[in-house]
């Protein structure tokens, strides 16, 4: 997202973060295998260092995106005065190419998951970028 944020020249109005919703792999750089499928793919280098969603995320962003429902539902349950809940939502709600409703984890399989997980999101950035713009 961030670099179709900056191709789009709009770094200055939108801040993309990414966070996990457990506490393993904290500090940790984006996974090899993902790293190379964005660099491959899209010529792209990935940045920054695995941090754990926080409740102040809440309050510093305006739309918060899971991968799967698993991690909306654990989302949600850190807002419990449900007063965030709206802007929490499924990042495959974004997709126009793809059908998935979930993006899949790739950690335990091969190289190919990690591919299609860029071609998914790829394709919800793009959806989200423009709807961003509008």
Partial sequence: MNHLIEQAGLSDANLCDSAGTSSYH???PPDRRMSAAAAT???IKL???AR???KSDFQDFDLILAMDQENYENILALDHTKQYQHKVRLMCEFCSRHTLKEVPDPYYGGQEGFN???DLLIDACEGLLTQVRS
């Fill in 47 to 49: 940045r920054g260092q």
């Fill in 116 to 118: 299609q997980v860029i």
């Fill in 41 to 43: 793919k899209l010529g």
């Fill in 52 to 54: 754990q969603f926080q």
């Fill in 26 to 28: 904290i500090g940790t």
